[in-house]
């Protein structure tokens, strides 16, 4: 059966896949592009939050912040953010489904909601910059 054509993202996009999955917070929401925007880590404990903060001092990362919360009532307004992606957490909380809502209310018109899950291994869509981490 031949596959479904891969949806198109833009170059920027490409460019914070590495960020986005490779930093302890939990939840990553974006508002901007990766030189000018702003990002917010979430995570429903402060521990890895407090790893996140010292990691982009490190880096010399200055659009960054670090906040405490929970995926399933994000104290964000509705339409807040360009890009709103999880790494390893809808298979950790009490409801996935709500979690991705929450995500969707949080993500302006138009904007991207990301789930990077693992199942054995394998990773959907397959993005070289991805398969390079």
Known sequence: MPREPKAKTPNWVDGLAPFLHVRPAELYVIS???SSGRVVGVDYTP???NDARAFAIQQGVT???FQVGDIHALNFPDN???IVHVHQGLQHVADPVQALREMGRVAKPGGIVAARETA???MYPELPSLEAS
């Open 32 to 34: 901007g592009t990766c």
């Open 47 to 49: 521990e890895p939050l």
């Open 63 to 65: 659009n960054i912040e």
């Open 80 to 82: 807040t953010f360009d």
């Open 120 to 122: 054995i291994g394998s």
